[in-house]
């Protein structure tokens, strides 16, 4: 088994420890691949992202540990894009700009009347913004949700698509039930996105080791309907503290090739695939 994660945050962003913190433990936890993946910086307010002045220390911090570790792992620089149409899509720019290794991209924020937070830790913030951005018209919101995924991954033309499925999260079955045709039509139609357009999607353990959701995103089903269309995926924990950098990756490893995949992308500098 490779181990490898090409998505994960440090205290540039939201996350707890270093950069070099971060790769410590993935050397000590037997990673080969590691990604930097800061929360690109927002054109607005907010405690998650990395700062507009901060983009170069962070750039030069990840350097200097490429070169410092690089006869104990290989080290990649990223950062996690939001997708937000108008707002923050110039995704593509900034990447060649800031001499990004590859690109992950995600939709935290759903664009309506306002933004439409679907991430986090509250519930609460989840349904007021329901409320307040699209009437609590739930279908209306998550046609939303997908359709700018399909924009980002036509526009901004990511590496990594980020936690696909993630505006189930809050949910938990209370809004919509998972199996519903229409929810079933909006997701087929992104996967029949990310085909056409070679996009990899990332299998995010985050969700199931912090107990806020019930399995991966995108869940089970899911993955085995990307096994059938094979659509391009790799694993990754998403983590935002050290003693995260491999969790639940080899069980991971094992369910999706349970699941009916073969094999699973890694970075070396270029992307190549290993059978499972
Ligand atoms: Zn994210
Ligand atoms: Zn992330």
Redesign the pocket.
């Known amino acids: 088994m490779l181990k490898f994660n090409y998505?994960s945050h440090s205290n540039f962003c939201d996350g707890k420890n270093s950069l070099e913190e971060m790769a410590i433990s993935a050397i000590d936890k037997g990673l080969e691949y590691f990604g930097f993946s800061a929360?690109s910086p927002v054109p607005f307010e907010n405690d998650f992202a990395l700062a507009f002045e901060n983009v170069d220390a962070y750039l030069a911090e990840t350097l200097r540990l490429k070169e410092k570790y690089k006869d104990k792992i290989k080290l990649f620089t990223s950062m996690?894009f939001?997708y937000i149409p108008e707002l923050c899509d110039d995704v593509q720019e900034r990447a060649s700009k800031y001499k990004l290794d590859y690109i992950?991209s995600?939709v935290?924020l759903v664009s309506g009347n306002g933004l439409w937070f679907i991430?986090g830790s509250k519930q609460e913030s989840y349904d007021k913004g329901l409320r307040e951005c699209f009437a609590g018209d739930i279908r209306k919101a998550v046609k939303a949700f997908y359709h700018q995924t399909n924009e980002m991954i036509i526009n901004a033309k990511p590496d990594i698509v980020?936690?696909f499925d993630?505006v189930k999260m809050h949910n938990k079955d209370r809004y919509f039930l998972e199996d519903e045709a229409w929810y079933e039509d909006l997701v087929l139609e992104s996967l029949r996105t990310m085909k056409d357009n070679n996009t990899i999607c990332e299998i995010?353990t985050?969700g199931l080791y912090k107990g806020r959701s019930n399995d991966y995103f995108p869940q089970t089903k899911w993955i085995k309907e990307m096994a059938k269309l094979q659509i391009p995926i790799t694993i990754s924990t998403?983590c935002h503290k050290s003693d995260e950098v491999d969790m639940l990756f080899s069980q991971c490893w094992n369910d999706i090739k349970e699941l009916g995949h073969k094999e699973v992308w890694y970075f070396d500098g270029s992307w190549k695939t290993t059978a499972l």
């Open positions: 998505h929360h996690e939001d992950i995600s935290h991430d980020g936690h993630k995010n985050r998403d």
